[in-house]
């Protein structure tokens, strides 16, 4: 899923690759400003909220552990609605695919906060003469880096959807089948045919 994103059809480019245009853009038009603040407040905002991302993902990896350790609740949560409690092991392994993905999102979304930083950086090393024979190359690094930052966001968030998606299968079989297509068609949804993709599109 995540590489159909990022490296979709031309005839129908994916919402992570029209933002990655319009990061371009954005770099492109920080040449012509003198005042940036406006810039420093979004790249702060966007700072913000992979730190956010990645503590949450991390309190849920501890959650998912502790939950490992002790699946007595699950257990009493199976007996109170009349299922079969299956055996402590089984729900352990099957809890094991949600606290490896809510890792996986953890490092994705740390290391992007840390990607955004590099970026801030080299923005604020774009020379505010846009004649300076630096300014161009280093507003493209700029850009290339936020790129690769966003698509490291990209995928923390496609890890957290994921580990929620693996949690069905404490449910059973069919339920991780029903959720893993579920959210296989509301990915595609998001990034080919949703709203926000035809106002990109348009822009």
Known sequence: MGALAEHPPRSRPSVTVLMD??????????????????????????????AFFASTA???VGGTLA????VDPLAGLAREIGAEAPSPLVW??????????????????AWSNRVFGHASVMMAAVPSDPLDPHAPRRAEAAAALLVRASRDF????????????????????LALTLASAALAALLLWREFASVPRAVLDDG
């Not at 939950?67 to 002790?70: A, E, F, T, W």
């Not at 959807?161 to 404490?170: E, I, Q, T």
């Open 21 to 50: 245009g319009v990061r371009r853009a954005w770099m492109a038009e920080l040449l012509k400003r003198d005042n940036r603040i406006l810039d420093a407040q979004v790249m702060a905002s966007l700072r913000q909220g992979t």
């Open 58 to 60: 991390l309190l849920a």
């Open 67 to 70: 939950l490992i350790g002790n």
């Open 92 to 109: 352990q392994v099957r809890l094991l695919p949600a606290a490896l993905l809510l890792t996986v999102a953890f490092l994705r979304f």
């Open 154 to 173: 990209n995928r923390g968030l496609r890890a957290l959807y994921m580990a929620l998606a693996s949690a069905a299968w404490l449910a059973g079989p």
